[in-house]
């Protein structure tokens, strides 16, 4: 597994898991260090304890030589990052590149060179271009494998996926993919078999799709909010329709994390690279930016035009509950907003903080939410952690200056707030009053 990032460590973990023998491979000596004393820098549940029990199996090891990591490997994945370049919105391919070009110094037999990362299409036309200039005597066959595993749900998604896609042009590829998979095949899983281009495609497809599920109910809450309507039960009407199907559509402060909006802006690039726009996709990022910048007007209405010299307590940083990812998460355009405002804020979220501490100057990090709503004017909620779902509001109210609501994942109800004395509540796509 060359990148023992999110994806390339939680593969690698489950792979083990399967009975396979799986070296992990990261040019980051710190985090191999750390990965071989079983420490793991990212917060995921469950991935300590099924990586400790491979460690200990003989079956899961770390190193930073990739020679002898790939050395007689059956598969080399390649699990480096495909971040956004800066400037033009496409996927910085490098280190898939690089990655190629160093397996193809290190094969030693036939190998299936298999990219997990996610790339645009065509990309492993060229890794295959890169490791033939490289080595032009390797015998090898690459193969598209993306991976649609959620942070905080990562060991399950890849445990038990909806589907296992798998882009391969050879049948003795397809044979070790099958070997790879067995595990999963042997319980029903689907595999979808296709050429190199339809898998890099349904990836991004994958994703844009979803993004524009949460793009479509947040433009619906926004209108909710202005006819009555209430968009929970508008989505709740809405998803029991089987086509549509009831999940991501949550109303919400707009999407953030590490794919959603990489993936989105880099299938924008390559439609208007082919002179085939993507104008839906397109207008779902720039709706995510209008509804990540709607929430700070709703904090200001709520604070009655004005969040200076007010005392804000933010409840939720990170992009989603159960991570302490905070790529693009919407509390980096919501909270400095605030403090650009002249707000006080104070900061509650279970493992926000490491990154969090860096990104979000100017703010007060404390472990409790009720420490951090004593004297405050407004609480606001950003990420739905569970310990957030069922706080005392009573408590919390009594304790704030002004006992004001700004639920923006909808995890309460305005009749909740007003019967714990609060004194204003406003969610998102729910009528203000
Ligand atoms: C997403 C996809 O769900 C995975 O299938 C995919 O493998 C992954 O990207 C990837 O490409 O690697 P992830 O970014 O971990 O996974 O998180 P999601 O659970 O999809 O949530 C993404 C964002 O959408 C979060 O900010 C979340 O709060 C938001 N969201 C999600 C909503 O606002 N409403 C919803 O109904 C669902």
């Given amino acids: 597994m060359v990148g023992a990032g999110y994806v390339g460590l939680v593969s690698g973990v489950c792979f083990s898991d399967f009975g396979h023998r799986v070296v992990c491979f990261d040019k980051a000596s710190e985090k191999i260090a750390m990965l071989e004393h079983g420490e793991v820098l990212i917060y995921e549940p469950g991935l300590n304890a099924v990586l400790a029990r491979n460690v200990e199996a003989g079956r899961l090891t770390f190193t930073t030589d990739l020679t002898a ?5 059956d598969a080399v994945f390649i699990a480096v990052g495909t971040p ?3 400037g033009d919105g496409h996927a910085d391919l490098s280190y898939v590149m690089a990655a190629a070009a160093d397996i193809a110094r290190a094969l030693t037999s036939y190998a299936v060179v298999v990219t997990k990362s996610t790339v645009p299409v065509g990309t492993n036309r060229k890794v295959a271009e890169v490791i033939r200039a490289t080595r032009p005597d390797a015998a090898f066959d ?3 494998n993306p991976e649609f595993l959620r942070e905080g749900a990562a060991i399950d998604d890849f445990m038990k996926p909806d589907r296992v896609v798998v882009g391969v042009e050879s049948d003795r590829a397809k044979g070790v993919m099958g070997d790879v998979y067995r595990p999963l095949f042997l319980r029903d899983f689907p595999i ?4 190199l281009e339809s898998a890099e ?4 497809a994958a994703n844009a799709f979803l993004a524009t599920k949460i793009s479509f109910i947040n433009e619906i809450a926004a209108l909710c909010e202005r006819v009555g309507a209430d968009v929970k039960s508008v989505a709740k009407g809405m998803g029991l329709d089987g086509r549509i199907g009831n999940k991501f559509l949550h109303a919400g402060p707009g999407y953030g994390g590490s794919c959603f909006p990489k993936d989105t802006s880099a299938l924008a690039r390559i439609g208007q690279e082919h002179g085939v726009p993507q104008r839906i996709t397109e207008t779902v990022i720039a709706v995510n930016d209008l509804t990540k910048r709607r929430m700070i007007d ?5 604070c009655d ?3 200076n010299g007010k005392t804000i307590a933010v409840l939720g940083v990170t992009f989603k509950p159960e991570t302490d990812d905070m790529r693009d998460a919407p509390s980096l355009t919501v909270i400095p907003a605030l403090v ?6 104070r900061v509650v979220d279970p493992h926000g903080a490491r990154e969090g501490a860096a990104l979000l100057p100017g703010v007060d990090w404390l472990d409790d939410p009720y420490a951090a709503t004593e004297g405050a004017d407004c609480l606001l909620i950003l990420t739905e952690w569970n310990q957030f779902r069922a706080l005392d509001l009573k408590r919390l109210a009594s304790s704030m200056t002004h006992a004001r609501l700004a639920d923006l994942r909808n995890i309460y109800d305005r009749a909740d707030a007003l019967a714990a004395r609060f004194i204003a509540y406003d969610g998102v796509g729910r009528t203000p009053q």
């Fill in 201 to 204: 495609m349904i990836k991004y």
């Fill in 192 to 195: 979808v078999y296709t050429d």
């Fill in 84 to 86: 956004t370049r800066r």
């Fill in 305 to 307: 035009g004005s969040v």
């Fill in 69 to 73: 990591a790939v050395d007689g490997a």
């Fill in 142 to 144: 690459v193969v598209s």
């Fill in 298 to 302: 709703k904090v200001l209405d709520l």
């Fill in 340 to 345: 650009g405002g002249g707000a006080r804020v």
